[in-house]
């Protein structure tokens, strides 16, 4: 980074530090909370749009799509969702492959499953084995993201149902008396009336979501925790800038990042909810009533 | 090789008895189904040791919370803030290395009259370390709840101890404590389901399986890199944990018909099982 650190066996003290936490592959720890902050942001509109697609499912007078509905809020229950996080990419991936193998190669005879081996044709290969690096690192992390949004889903899925549900009957039928049609009533009436029933449940989501992002590195995705391990772990004389083992600092740094996402959030949530409450029904909208009186 | 053959070889696999070998080709259904089933030992231990011991000191964190003491409140209110505001993963790494760094003889604790070596290294050790986590971490959560129910013990029951001159520790013990329990045992249930879920996490966060004795993910995890499919072990996991989760749901059933048997029929509150997944 700077001049002065092109030999850093002379430096000591302040000036070694400063070399020593801005070298390459810190900058790539650095560029790594990136890497968590980018899947909070893609996942928490794709988890919310899951979850709302399953909860009209759920709502649903078809029973075929209702059941589905219904089996998709039910399937993160009592089934712990780290094996969930472990299952879905892979299962993804081979079903992606599977796919493209039947559609690419059709007169491949053999059988994709030999033994403890899943073989598809070199086509059929997610990414193409000739493809660059940057695309299976992209590719791994986009099936990260789906693993949580399909989670985090049915989850939210769950939250949006009972947020529907608790809207009042009276604005349905006022609705009804107006003349409007099921679904306008749906998109008019109860879709804007039902986020602040859901925003408890849904700010919950949010910070569990926030805590569930260190389970990346279990997906194999070079996230804050692999390289927290990679650049705490014991360097000798042979690295440029030799330490012992300061994993423990690295978590520590962590634990911080962590506790100060939740406390913002938090604040952040907080006012969301007093915004939200304007002018509702509910006992913090009268009580925003009376105050402003 | 038999289906019971292989039971009386992996069946306690796990915590060390029978078949030091796992095996390596050819896996049936039924070693994936016994070994598993060994490993969810180790999650029933995690489990149950740790909501066992985090009971009480989550009793203790929710009443210091509840103090007029700034300085026995704020100790609480941090140590609820630490853990629940952090992931358990990260945790999990940060109690590790932090055991890890303890030195490896012992720590010499000198005393006036003689020196005590006391040992750590079974501190780095997963039945140790996971639990200590584990038990400060669902203390934290559980204390949080039962700081919620403290708050809304109806004030008649207050006012009604006060009347039959209960007061101090006599009046905590007979009316406030079980008052607070049977308003936070729904909501309990749902931390204790979810603590036995978060024991999967043990062997993905650091703490070594030493000589492969692992937990029933470590096992399923074990199997999907061996054969490349997924698609047996993993619902095999979630079929034992379905099962687990419906003998927590009926434990703390009885508890909850228990503490509520004085109600009348119809104020008694069912347990409802509301998901909350990760911490």
Redesign the interface.
């Known amino acids: 980074m700077f001049a002065s650190c092109s030999d850093p066996s002379t430096l000591d003290g302040f000036a070694w530090l400063a070399c020593y936490l801005t070298s390459g592959k810190h900058m790539a720890f650095y560029a790594s909370f990136g890497t968590v902050m980018l899947l909070l942001l893609i996942t928490a509109p794709a988890a919310l749009a899951f979850g709302f697609g399953g909860a009209m499912a759920a709502r649903a007078r078809l029973w075929p799509v209702r059941l589905i509905g219904r089996a998709y809020t039910a399937m993160v229950r009592g089934v712990p969702d780290i094996i969930f996080f472990l299952f879905v990419p892979i299962a993804l991936d081979q079903a992606f492959e599977w796919l493209r193998h039947k559609a690419k190669c059709p007169d491949w005879s053999e059988p994709v499953r030999q033994g403890s081996d899943f073989v598809v044709c070199a086509q059929a290969k997610l990414p193409l084995s000739t493809s660059p690096q940057w695309m299976h690192e992209t590719y791994g992390f986009f099936l990260a993201v789906l693993a949580f949004a399909i989670v985090f889903g049915a989850f939210a899925a769950n939250v949006l149902f009972g947020a529907m549900r608790a809207v009042p009957r009276a604005q349905i039928e006022t609705a009804e008396a107006y003349g409007m049609t099921q679904r306008q009533a749906f998109w008019r009436i109860l879709v804007p009336q039902m986020w602040v029933y859901a925003l408890p449940g849904l700010s919950n989501l949010w910070m569990i979501l926030i805590k569930a992002t260190p389970l990346l590195f279990l997906l194999g995705v070079e996230d804050i925790v692999y390289w927290a391990r990679e650049l705490g772990g014991s360097k000798t004389s042979i690295y440029a800038y030799p330490h012992p083992d300061w994993r423990l600092y690295y978590f520590l740094g962590l634990l911080v990042f962590y506790l100060g996402l939740t406390k913002v959030s938090e604040i952040v949530l907080g006012r969301v909810t007093v915004r939200l409450s304007h002018g509702q029904a509910t006992l913090a909208g009268e009580a925003q009533r009376k105050a402003a009186r | 090789m038999s289906c019971v053959q292989t039971i009386a070889d992996y069946a306690l696999r796990s915590v060390g008895i029978g078949e030091r070998l796992l095996p390596r ?1 050819d896996f049936t259904l039924c070693e994936q189904i016994t070994l598993i089933g060994s490993g969810l030992i180790w999650n029933i231990y995690f489990g149950a040791f740790a909501l066992l011991f985090g009971f009480f000191l989550a009793t203790g964190v929710a009443v210091a919370r509840s103090s007029r003491l700034w300085a026995v409140r704020k100790p609480a209110e941090w140590f609820i ?2 853990f629940r ?7 999990f ?2 109690a590790y ?2 055991f ?2 303890l030195p490896k003889s012992g720590i010499e604790i000198n005393l006036i009259f003689t020196e005590i070596t006391a040992d750590t290294r079974w501190l780095t050790r997963a039945w140790a370390g996971a639990l200590i986590v584990l038990f400060l971490n669902t203390a934290a959560y559980s204390g949080e709840i039962f700081y919620g129910a403290l708050r809304s013990v109806p004030k008649g029951d207050l006012e009604a101890a006060d009347a039959y001159g209960l007061s101090g520790l006599a009046k905590f013990r007979r009316v406030v404590w079980p008052t607070m329990l049977r308003l936070a045992w729904p909501a309990y249930t749902n931390e204790a ?1 979810f603590l036995f ?2 024991t ?2 043990v062997y ?1 966060s650091g703490f070594p399986a030493w000589q492969q004795k692992g937990d029933a ?1 470590y096992y ?2 074990y199997f ?1 890199d ?6 047996i072990p ?1 619902p095999i ?2 079929g034992y ?2 099962l687990l ?2 003998v927590i749901i009926t434990i703390f059933g009885l508890i909850n018909r228990r503490l509520n048997r004085h109600l009348p029929q119809e104020r008694r509150r069912p347990i409802r ?1 509301r ?5």
Do not use: C, D, M, W
Request: overall charge positive; proline content about 7%.
């Open positions: 080709s803030f630490l505001g952090s992931p358990l993963f990260i945790q790494f940060l290395e932090a890890v760094l389901i879920h978060a999967t996490l993905f993910l399923a995890s999907a061996k054969t490349f499919n997924p698609f993993y996991v979630a944990f379905i989760t419906l099982f998901p909350q997944v990760l911490r």
